[in-house]
């Protein structure tokens, strides 16, 4: 068996999902992105935020590049609870943000490659587009990437390699069949980010858009209360997809935390700062890396649900 198809079984025994692409895709997919920012479909602070640094980071050596592993994790959305006048309320944030998955791919591609001498590298690359470039994923009305069987819950990654591969041309970036006669994600999206006269999605307004900006840039005055759904990411469209409907029920426990944590947490505290009891669990679910977003992030959630809890007692009080 070569190393390739040893690569891809071993990946897929660990319930992931793998291919092998030549090199050459990752520019491919490059210049993709490039001719639709050229073509003025990108939004500019969009464009030069998220994607051009990803085009100018240097290539890592060893090893000589000569194919991308493309692997992709299944992930859920994690169930949180925190604490505010003595009583709890769920915040929840979208996959691919806190819980790393054990053993991490860069851990167990290196190892299932050793024998073989090969060796991986990360690979700075649009993992949307190179995916669907590939046949490895397909694309949702939401842009979001579906890969066969674990729908959107999933953490992509991938891994330039010294490992050699066949040579496939590129493929046409194929969309859910499903999308043709389906607009639910443009229906939950409440903020006009999936639009009806083009499949291309405005990033620009995205609610995942601005909760991954400086913690220092504040959320627009468009955006509503009520439309904030979660920590990190964004979940409106991804909860009524019908190719994530048997994913629904699968979710992440993460941690209750008390009162007197959840004041903690917003009120921006550095590591140094934390209680060490308290930092095994933020480490646990990589919390630890985002402390500076949980005042702005967890703040409006806290406001969404302190409007909850007025209405509620407006609605009690009138009965």
Known sequence: ??????????????????????????????????????????????????????????????PTPRSVILVAVPDRPVRMQFTLDGERFTVMTAPGYLRAPDPRPSVAIAEILSPFGHTIAPAFAPLKTLGTMS???????????????????????????????????????????CCASCHACRAACPTGAIAADRFLLHAERCITFWNEKDPNVPFPDWIEPDWHNALFGCLHCQRVCPENRPLLDQIFEGP?????????????????????????????????????????NLGVLVKKEMLRRERQGKKGDGQ
């Open 135 to 177: 046949g490895f994923s397909r694309y949702g009305r939401n842009n979001i990437s579906y890969v066969p069987e674990l729908g959107s819950f999933v953490a992509l990654a991938a891994f330039i390699s010294d490992l050699e591969c066949d040579d496939v041309p590129p493929q046409a970036q194929e969309t859910l069949s």
């Open 1 to 62: 068996m070569s190393a390739v198809e040893t690569l891809v079984q071993k990946i897929e025994a660990l319930g992931w999902r793998g291919m092998v692409v030549p090199f050459v895709r990752r520019a491919e997919a490059i210049q993709a992105i490039v001719d639709r920012y050229e073509r003025g479909e990108l939004d500019e602070a969009f464009y030069q935020e998220y994607l051009a640094p990803l085009f100018s980071e240097p290539l890592p050596e060893p």
């Open 256 to 296: 209750t935390f008390d009162e007197a944590t959840t004041r903690l947490l917003l009120s921006g505290p550095k590591k140094d700062d934390l209680p060490p009891e308290l930092v095994p669990t933020l480490e646990e679910w990589r919390l630890t890396d985002l402390l500076g977003y949980l005042p702005r």
